[in-house]
């Protein structure tokens, strides 16, 4: 008799254990974020993206490789920064550019980087993936026209939070140069003079880029490229009113 009892406690017991596990599996949609609550780690990540994710501790990966259950990657590549240029450290794909942005090289610069582009990034994050991921969500500095990208690399972690266009600057080319944006028809030595400065032509084909240009304008409804056809007046800050 008091064998049976036992077999029957063994038995409740046991179905607790399995009510609790069921229990655990509980998936849970918080801010845009996965989470899980189950005892085993868990992870954030960027839920929305189609073909790639990357979760909280920077794993990067396919989204047939992410584990609903505690939403971490099972596999991938960490800080991963493909499709992605150190130039201008803008990315190709969000979640790239989450990854990329919490590579230890990178974050401390990139919280600087954020501080000094809005007021909105001062603030406190609970981790390195949400500030990251606040960081590289595309905004009006990554467009022309407000309504398409400067560049396939719209994602980016850094000051200007826009790309590069043009080629980098060799290191050193605009050593002692102070850049000035002159008024609509002012020339370069008018201007220069009006700041008590003189024009440096020979340090024209360095500054005369729509990426310098975008470094003290927004650009919002675009920037001009120098061409051969318009070296006279290129590149120029596109008026918000010009025709689209």
Known sequence: MHGAIGAVLATVTLSVV???????????RD???LTHSSSAPTC?????????VTDSSGF??????????TGCCSSGQQFSCAGCLETDQCCEEFELCVSCCMEPKHIAAAKEAGASRSRRMRGSWD?????????????????????????NRHHCFSELGRPFVSDPLPQGALNGVT?????????????CRAIRRSCSESHLNNAN????????????AGCEPLTDSN????????VSNAPK
């Open 60 to 69: 990067h990966c396919p989204r047939e490789q992410l584990n609903y259950q």
């Open 127 to 151: 981790s390195d993936f949400a500030f990251c991921a606040s960081m590289c969500r595309s905004h009006s500095k990554s467009t022309v026209h407000e309504n398409a990208y400067i560049s």
């Open 18 to 28: 399995l009510l609790t596990a069921q229990a655990r599996q509980l998936h849970i």
């Open 179 to 191: 850049l000035t944006v002159s008024k609509q028809g002012e020339s370069c030595d008018t201007a």
């Open 231 to 238: 070296a006279v007046w290129a590149p120029a800050y596109v």
């Open 209 to 220: 880029s729509c990426d310098r240009l975008r470094e003290h304008v927004g650009c919002e």
């Open 44 to 52: 954030k990540n960027t839920i929305q993206g189609m073909h790639f």
């Open 31 to 33: 801010g845009g974020v």
